[in-house]
């Protein structure tokens, strides 16, 4: 039975790392076959395993409505090879399906019967509806409070929906494939293409926010931060405004393959593609009204394992999630995390907000990163530390909160100002939120340390503010704690990082 779209639930639910599994999707679409395998740890997604294998099926459906004899060919030697890899995973849903090319061909019925004969995998084929469905709850599993519609290029087609009603997407036959490719682009054809089959659906999707999806607008991003000199190479979550946008898709659909060949960063599998979805994407900017661009790594693969997840652990918030699993794969102090957060959230929730709405799940995220350096050498903890926080493929935050986390975790161990690329924190963050991670680092370092990482003695200590000072108290009979230079040390950094004065006691 399929599960409805995943409820958005309070942001800091706490996660459930027992909740593991692996799961396994086959995805054959237009243009190549891909097996990922996953580990599912609670609502966090962790990739294990990825392959892909260029088919391009779907290569020939504009000429002669059947799927590419060599990519038939192709599919099956990757199918056959996928279904070896499978079988020594244990504990594993496997899911099985086939987009635009074969959903579209003529011959696609005798493919899938010579798949189900050769490697006794059994294909779903999904509708367009189906394919656009997933893909909006792909991107909210990457991002749980994401807004507005997202659009998902596969090789032969283009799947638009609106994240607010997911079920009621529109597939459009605007991939490169079916617009020409790999011939060289005629943009005036494209886009005229492109206009008219968005006119009808404009109206009903325009929005200010586009959530892109596929592999050739990822390029087209990461093209963008060759070109702008971005510092923070992380496709996802990255964020191009209107402007840029266009101006980037115009440049890339005015240059040959030769010219794509000579820039650094585009995949070489992309050069005949990607004029083609520069322009789509041009496009569909334009006639949705789109002010901001926000590429997602995740997709209609992870929309199958979000659907695929108990209820009550698709309510929880991926970031908050993912940072419990990060440090729990470690097997270290259970239950640290919370504990901390319990400790320190009187003082945080009273400070002017630097994330707005996000500031508790910054917070939650934060602390369950406490032990993310414990078993890391102490004379360069602070610094590999920051370095995981920054770049760990964790899903549910935009790219100033990774500085923003990176920093946290540096002050947790480090109450130096400076921080490890500074360059990367200064674009992404302000003076004040810089100010904040420190203050928040010295939080969390205060909460460990004073009682020697330790659940059950943390909880009877108390931190709060009083007018103008920080106030750190212990309940009667456990007032032995607060003792030590180091305590004091601890809660001074802390104080000084605030600007208030400390009293204890």
């Given at each position: 039975?399929w599960?409805?779209?995943?409820?958005?639930?309070?942001?800091?639910a706490?996660?459930?790392v027992?909740?593991t599994r692996?799961a396994?999707?086959?995805?054959?679409?237009?243009?190549?076959?891909?097996l990922?395998?996953?580990r599912l740890?609670?609502?966090a997604?962790?990739?294990v395993?990825?392959?892909?294998?260029?088919a391009?099926?779907?290569r020939?459906?504009?000429t002669?409505?059947?799927l590419?004899?060599?990519?038939?060919?192709i599919?099956?030697?990757a199918?056959?090879?996928?279904?070896?890899?499978l079988?020594?995973?244990t504990s594993r849903?496997?899911?099985?399906v086939a987009t635009a090319?074969?959903?579209q061909a003529?011959?696609?019925?005798?493919?899938?019967?010579?798949?189900?004969?050769e490697?006794g995998?059994?294909?779903?084929?999904?509708s367009g509806?189906?394919?656009?469905?997933y893909?909006?709850?792909?991107?909210?599993?990457?991002?749980a409070?994401a807004?507005?519609?997202?659009?998902?290029?596969?090789?032969?087609s283009?799947?638009l929906?609106?994240l607010?009603d997911?079920?009621q997407g529109?597939s459009?036959?605007l991939?490169?494939l079916?617009?020409?490719?790999?011939?060289?682009?005629?943009?005036?054809?494209?886009?005229?293409?492109?206009?008219r089959a968005?006119?009808?659906?404009a109206?009903?999707?325009?929005?200010?926010?586009?959530?892109a999806?596929?592999?050739?607008?990822?390029n087209?991003a990461?093209?963008h931060?060759?070109l702008?000199?971005?510092p923070?190479?992380?496709a996802?979550?990255?964020?191009?405004?209107?402007?840029?946008?266009l101006d980037?898709c115009?440049?890339v659909a005015?240059q040959?393959?030769?010219?794509?060949?000579?820039i650094?960063?585009?995949s070489?599998?992309?050069f005949?593609?990607?004029?083609y979805?520069?322009?789509?994407?041009?496009?569909?900017?334009q006639?949705?009204?789109?002010?901001?661009?926000i590429i997602?790594?995740?997709?209609?693969?992870?929309?199958?394992?979000?659907?695929?997840?108990?209820?009550?652990?698709?309510?929880?918030?991926?970031?908050?999630?993912?940072c419990?699993?990060?440090?729990?794969?470690?097997?270290?102090?259970?239950g640290l995390?919370p504990?901390?957060?319990?400790?320190?959230?009187?003082?945080f929730?009273q400070?002017?907000?630097?994330f707005g709405?996000?500031?508790?799940?910054?917070?939650?995220?934060a602390?369950?990163?406490?032990?993310l350096?414990?078993?890391?050498?102490?004379?360069?903890?602070?610094?590999l530390?920051?370095?995981?926080?920054?770049?760990?493929?964790?899903?549910?935050?935009?790219?100033?909160?990774?500085?923003?986390?990176?920093?946290?975790?540096y002050?947790?161990h480090?109450?130096?100002?400076?921080?490890?690329e500074?360059?990367?924190i200064a674009?992404?963050?302000?003076?004040?939120r810089?100010?904040?991670?420190?203050?928040?680092g010295?939080?969390?370092?205060?909460?460990?340390d004073?009682?020697?990482?330790?659940?059950?003695?943390l909880?009877?200590?108390s931190?709060?503010?009083?007018n103008?000072r920080?106030?750190?108290?212990a309940?009667?009979?456990?007032e032995?704690?607060?003792?030590?230079?180091?305590?004091?040390?601890?809660?001074?950094t802390?104080?000084?990082a605030?600007?208030i004065?400390l009293?204890?006691?």
């Amino acid at each position: 039975m399929w599960r409805l779209a995943p409820s958005r639930a309070s942001p800091v639910a706490e996660p459930d790392v027992a909740e593991t599994r692996h799961a396994a999707v086959i995805d054959i679409g237009s243009n190549s076959i891909r097996l990922v395998v996953y580990r599912l740890e609670g609502r966090a997604i962790w990739t294990v395993y990825n392959e892909k294998a260029l088919a391009g099926l779907g290569r020939d459906l504009q000429t002669t409505g059947r799927l590419s004899p060599e990519g038939v060919e192709i599919a099956m030697d990757a199918l056959r090879r996928f279904r070896v890899l499978l079988q020594g995973w244990t504990s594993r849903e496997t899911f099985v399906v086939a987009t635009a090319a074969v959903r579209q061909a003529r011959d696609s019925r005798n493919f899938l019967r010579a798949v189900e004969e050769e490697t006794g995998i059994s294909v779903r084929v999904l509708s367009g509806e189906e394919e656009a469905r997933y893909g909006a709850l792909g991107v909210l599993a990457g991002q749980a409070d994401a807004a507005g519609v997202t659009g998902d290029l596969g090789g032969s087609s283009l799947e638009l929906v609106r994240l607010d009603d997911p079920g009621q997407g529109v597939s459009l036959p605007l991939g490169p494939l079916s617009l020409g490719a790999p011939r060289p682009l005629d943009a005036d054809r494209v886009r005229r293409s492109v206009m008219r089959a968005i006119r009808p659906h404009a109206a009903r999707l325009s929005t200010r926010e586009f959530h892109a999806v596929g592999g050739a607008w990822r390029n087209l991003a990461l093209l963008h931060m060759e070109l702008d000199g971005y510092p923070l190479h992380i496709a996802h979550q990255y964020e191009i405004r209107r402007t840029d946008l266009l101006d980037l898709c115009r440049f890339v659909a005015r240059q040959s393959r030769t010219s794509l060949e000579g820039i650094q960063g585009l995949s070489r599998k992309r050069f005949d593609t990607l004029p083609y979805a520069a322009v789509v994407l041009s496009e569909v900017v334009q006639a949705l009204e789109v002010q901001r661009v926000i590429i997602s790594a995740f997709g209609l693969r992870e929309g199958l394992l979000l659907e695929s997840m108990r209820e009550d652990i698709r309510a929880q918030d991926p970031l908050v999630s993912g940072c419990e699993a990060l440090v729990a794969q470690r097997g270290l102090t259970s239950g640290l995390g919370p504990a901390v957060e319990a400790f320190i959230e009187p003082v945080f929730s009273q400070l002017p907000p630097c994330f707005g709405p996000r500031e508790p799940t910054l917070l939650a995220a934060a602390c369950r990163l406490a032990d993310l350096g414990a078993r890391l050498h102490p004379d360069h903890r602070a610094d590999l530390a920051f370095e995981k926080a920054l770049r760990a493929p964790i899903a549910g935050m935009n790219h100033a909160e990774r500085a923003f986390l990176a920093c946290v975790v540096y002050s947790r161990h480090d109450s130096g100002v400076a921080t490890p690329e500074p360059e990367v924190i200064a674009r992404l963050l302000t003076t004040e939120r810089r100010a904040r991670a420190r203050a928040l680092g010295a939080a969390i370092r205060l909460g460990c340390d004073l009682a020697g990482r330790n659940v059950e003695v943390l909880r009877h200590a108390s931190l709060s503010l009083d007018n103008d000072r920080l106030r750190l108290a212990a309940e009667p009979g456990w007032e032995d704690m607060l003792l030590g230079e180091q305590t004091a040390k601890r809660a001074l950094t802390l104080a000084q990082a605030l600007k208030i004065r400390l009293q204890m006691g």
